[in-house]
């Protein structure tokens, strides 16, 4: 087990692989579950919430409690000195997404560019986030346990794109 003090740093964000921002795990547990999109790159051909069952739920309630797509973000960011990729979970993605993974999914659905365009709007936002070496030995990247936008009048990605593309 590594302890390693998590460290808070400033950074600006470069670019975020936009080409698969999400995974499905059960509604239920949220244990991962098998995603034949592979996060959903393809909005056209979206995996019903009954195709994927949980087999510890099914199992142990005989019903199949669904799935629901959850964030996991890879972003590159930039300090004063050098560039680095680092990978945001769902609780992180939604602060500066200002919605579920299922939401922003249902956007892309709608938009199909709204994945690039959420990419971004990001980009060149300065942050204030709190990095954690993973507790996976094998996880190459760093791990984003905490994020405060630095601008006071900063606003999420999905506000900002609904207003871009006249949604209510
Ligand atoms: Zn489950």
């Given amino acids: 087990m590594e302890l390693e003090k998590p460290s808070k740093i400033t950074c600006s964000v470069v670019a975020i692989d936009h080409t698969n921002m999400y995974y499905t795990v059960c509604s239920c547990c949220e244990r991962t579950l098998f995603d034949p999109n592979n996060g959903g790159q393809n909005p056209s051909s979206s995996s019903s919430s009954t195709s994927q069952q949980c087999k510890y739920c099914t199992f142990n309630n005989s019903i199949n409690p669904?799935?629901?797509?959850?964030?996991?973000?890879?972003?590159?960011?930039?300090?004063?000195?050098?560039?680095?990729?680092?990978?945001?979970?769902?609780?992180?993605?939604?602060?500066?997404?200002?919605?579920?993974?299922?939401?922003?999914?249902?956007?892309?659905?709608?938009?199909?560019?709204?994945?690039?365009?959420?990419?971004?709007?990001?980009?060149?936002?300065?942050?204030?986030?709190?990095?954690?070496?993973?507790?996976?030995?094998?996880?190459q990247h760093l791990r984003v346990v905490n994020v405060v936008p630095f601008s006071s009048v900063f606003q999420p990605v999905f506000p900002t794109l609904k207003q871009h593309y006249r949604l209510k």
Wanted: glycine letters at 6%.
């Fill in 66 to 139: 669904g799935s629901k797509r959850v964030f996991r973000i890879l972003m590159s960011i930039a300090t004063d000195s050098e560039v680095f990729s680092v990978i945001m979970f769902d609780r992180i993605a939604r602060v500066l997404f200002g919605c579920s993974a299922d939401q922003f999914f249902d956007l892309t659905k709608l938009h199909p560019r709204a994945a690039v365009d959420a990419g971004r709007t990001l980009e060149g936002e300065l942050l204030r986030v709190t990095l954690s070496k993973p507790k996976n030995g094998n996880a």
